[in-house]
């Protein structure tokens, strides 16, 4: 399995009260075309400051990011990243499904005369063909986590980085998000997933990276972090869940 994203030895230090903590110490960790990793931790974990990072938001204070062979800080050509992270935010309510994407196509460096044609097959991968002409502002928060996929699936970029991607939709829409995000892993992009709800890094992830306080505390298959957390029922095997229950008090920074 060849490596999309490569990522050594990410560090950022931040400053708080006048102290300096790192909020990402030294992590490292590859993702594979096709593969799903999740990112699982506690609030505060590091998370979201890795993804920054690996989206280009936000500048390490070391280390390496390193997509498809091109290191996203030392390249003068951004390698491409579709990243989301959702929101009611991100779209202009006035203008339609595909205007918006157009608007975006452009961003991604879409050649001109490809942009339909780029924005009509991403409104079908996220299934809102039919509603390619509505204005966004009239859009359902599902319809609009669809569309935000949708956006950062413009210019098929290798890596997926999906911060939270059903947080704050119901059941079934997020089971059809689960469902896109399962197939365009099928389809061969690598995925970063970052995700509280268990049922979801249990259905989705090939591999969880768990963190805390910055740092990769241990990694592995569902199945494999169930057997490290060592907690075992006589009629029934462990949840992902209560895996991670016992095991999070270790992910906890000392200072908090
Ligand atoms: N711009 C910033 N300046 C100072 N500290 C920051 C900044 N951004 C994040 N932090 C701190 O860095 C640490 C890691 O934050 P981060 O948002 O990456 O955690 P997370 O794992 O994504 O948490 P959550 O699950 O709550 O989203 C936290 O202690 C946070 O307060």
């Known amino acids: 399995m060849s490596s999309v994203l490569s990522v050594k030895k990410l560090r950022k230090v931040f400053e708080s009260n006048g102290k300096e903590f790192d909020a990402v110490d030294d992590i490292s960790f590859d993702v594979h075309a096709g593969e799903i990793v999740s990112l699982l931790g506690p609030n505060g974990a590091g998370k979201t400051t890795t993804v920054s990072m690996i989206g280009g938001y936000l500048l390490p204070t070391s280390g390496e990011v390193v997509i498809n062979g091109k290191n996203r800080y030392k390249n003068k050509i951004k390698p491409k990243v579709g990243v989301v992270l959702g929101g009611e935010l991100g779209f202009y309510g006035r203008a339609t499904a595909l205007d918006n994407l157009l608007f975006f196509a452009d961003l991604a460096r879409v050649p001109r005369r490809q942009q339909r044609q780029e924005a009509l097959r991403v409104l079908d991968l996220v ?4 509603v390619a002409n509505k204005k966004v502002q009239f859009f359902s928060k599902g319809m609009k986590q669809r569309l935000h996929i949708a956006r950062a699936l413009l210019g098929n970029p290798p890596l997926l980085l999906l911060d939270e991607p059903t947080s704050g939709l119901d059941v079934e829409i997020s089971t059809e ?11 061969g992009a690598a995925i970063l997933l970052t995700s509280h709800t268990m049922s979801e890094i249990e259905s989705l992830a090939d591999r969880i990276l768990l963190i805390g306080a910055g740092k990769i505390f241990t990694s592995g298959t569902v199945a494999e972090i169930i057997k490290q957390s060592d907690v075992h029922h006589i009629d029934r095997p462990a949840t992902l869940e209560e895996s991670y229950l016992a095991i999070a008090p270790q992910l906890r920074r000392s200072e908090q």
């Open 127 to 130: 299934e809102l063909t039919d």
């Open 177 to 187: 998000i689960r469902k896109i995000i399962k197939q365009l892993a099928d389809q």
